[in-house]
């Protein structure tokens, strides 16, 4: 009997850290501070909510590193949720994780396309055919195999990081001569909600922007050493992202103090027209076309694991379990660029964001719900790494996420209607999907 070409066991430490990098910075570190700013107008406590951030994102990523390592399976929280709660729990997870992570891809080709558009002096019109272009040449490009998906991921991670330090060091460079604006609208957003409140919603948006710690979880069985690389891959790779934001951040408060960035909707953008004048858009986009790739490479390889998991679960469709000779689930990763190209045709990224911003944070505190779980109904099982401080550290995590979820319910009751009709259709369409599993065959060099 042939058996069925299993994912590539060739990747190392240095891909933990790009799709680390990769996936965590997007464009939000170029327009959060501006809210945050807003919310926080102290210097003190405008840097001082970026490290508690990080601190945050290292609790949670010291919790799924445990379960990477226990459960070395490649499709991310899927894997963990399923083995924890049952497959209806995993067939939700895994679904919603993966049509949100298409959306994702789709929203950040549009910012690149947006943003050609802007370098070239092109018509506005060309800006989601050029996001689709974006879409489908990294698409291509991963079909060839995990190994060249590996030196896209490095390479464009690499690009990002010089991108967004080449930024700070203008802001140092020359921030001294920037131009503060006159301001047009109410400077502190605090003023109209308590310092408790104001300390939440910017705890929220620091927390949002840092998501994408997680990524190495989802290549978990391609590592060549998931034991050692889940954790160190997080770890490092997070202690990375947190040194960029800490040195944007201040950077922007080297060219223009927070009163000046408060409530800008892209707060790079305002530190650079003021430092540049007219040239400072231009700079901000370059940044953008240079640092967005990688970000789209990313959400590319995770979604197609996600599907190829679930659907070598039973879950999912049957045609997605194929794996070419260069280790790619490649009916998952045509599938996710499809699904993607048309959330970019028709216009519905946003809307599929924002109601998977639900399920974003659900999925977070069932996972860190798992190690509490598993330690409890498998406590022999193996666990190269073992969450540090649990069950205080989890703990913790897990009560942070629950009362984001609830803040979030409370605060957008239009999108919680619609992921209430999602989750009371998510059943029927569980039973209908269900199938068998399909042989696996294991990861090989």
């Not at 018509?123 to 489908?136: E, K, N, T, Y």
């Not at 990313?298 to 694991?305: H, K, P």
């Not at 794996?323 to 190209?341: E, F, K, M």
């Amino acid at each position: 009997m042939h058996r069925p070409q299993g994912l590539l066991r060739v990747l190392g430490l240095s891909f933990g850290l790009a799709v680390t990098i990769g996936n965590s910075i997007g464009g939000g570190i170029l327009r959060t501070p501006g809210d945050i700013a807003g919310l926080l107008p102290s210097p003190w406590a405008f840097i001082g909510i970026w490290l508690l951030g990080a601190l945050y994102a290292a609790l949670g990523a010291n919790a799924l590193a445990e379960l990477g390592t226990m459960l070395p399976r490649s499709g991310g929280q899927y894997v963990f949720v399923r083995h924890a709660f049952g497959d209806y729990a995993g067939f939700f997870v895994g679904w919603l994780d993966w049509i949100s992570t298409c959306a994702s891809t789709a929203a950040i080709a549009i910012v690149i396309g947006e943003s050609i558009v802007s370098v070239a002096r092109l018509r506005p019109g060309l800006a989601s055919p050029l996001a689709i272009a974006v879409v489908i040449m990294f698409t291509a490009l991963l079909v060839r195999g995990t190994k060249l998906g590996d030196r896209a991921q490095q390479v464009t991670s690499l690009a990002k990081a010089l991108a967004l330090l080449a930024l700070v060091a203008a802001c140092f460079a020359f921030g001294g001569h920037a131009v503060t604006p006159v301001a047009t609208a109410p400077a502190n957003a605090a003023l109209h909600v308590s310092a408790f409140a104001a300390f939440l919603l910017a705890a929220q948006s620091v927390i949002y922007t840092y998501d994408g710690w997680s990524g190495p979880i989802y290549f978990s069985e391609e590592l060549d050493d998931p034991a050692r690389q889940i954790p160190r891959s997080m770890f490092y790779g997070l202690a990375s992202v947190a040194a960029i934001y800490l040195l944007i951040n201040l950077a922007f408060l080297r060219a223009l103090p927070t009163s000046a960035i408060a409530g800008s909707p892209l707060a790079a953008g305002t530190v650079a027209n003021a430092i540049f004048g007219s040239r400072g858009e231009l700079l901000v986009r370059l940044v953008v076309i240079i640092s967005l790739p990688s970000a789209v490479n990313a959400c590319l390889l995770i979604s197609s694991r996600v599907l190829y998991s679930v659907s070598r679960d039973g879950l999912g469709l049957a045609a997605a379990t194929r794996v070419n000779d260069g280790g790619t689930p490649v009916t998952a990763l045509v599938a996710s660029g499809v699904v993607s190209v048309a959330f970019l045709a028709t216009g519905t990224f946003e809307s599929i964001i924002a109601i998977a911003a639900f399920f974003f944070v659900a999925d977070y505190s069932l996972s860190f719900l798992a190690v509490f779980v598993l330690r409890r109904r498998e406590p022999a099982a193996v666990r190269p790494y073992r969450a540090w401080a649990h069950p205080w550290t989890t703990g913790f995590v897990l009560l942070g996420s629950l009362a984001f979820l609830a803040s979030a319910i409370a605060t957008d009751t239009r999108n919680s209607a619609w992921a209430l009709l999602i989750v009371l259709v998510s059943y029927p369409a569980f039973r209908v999907m269900r199938g068998s599993p399909v042989p696996a065959a294991s990861p090989s060099e």
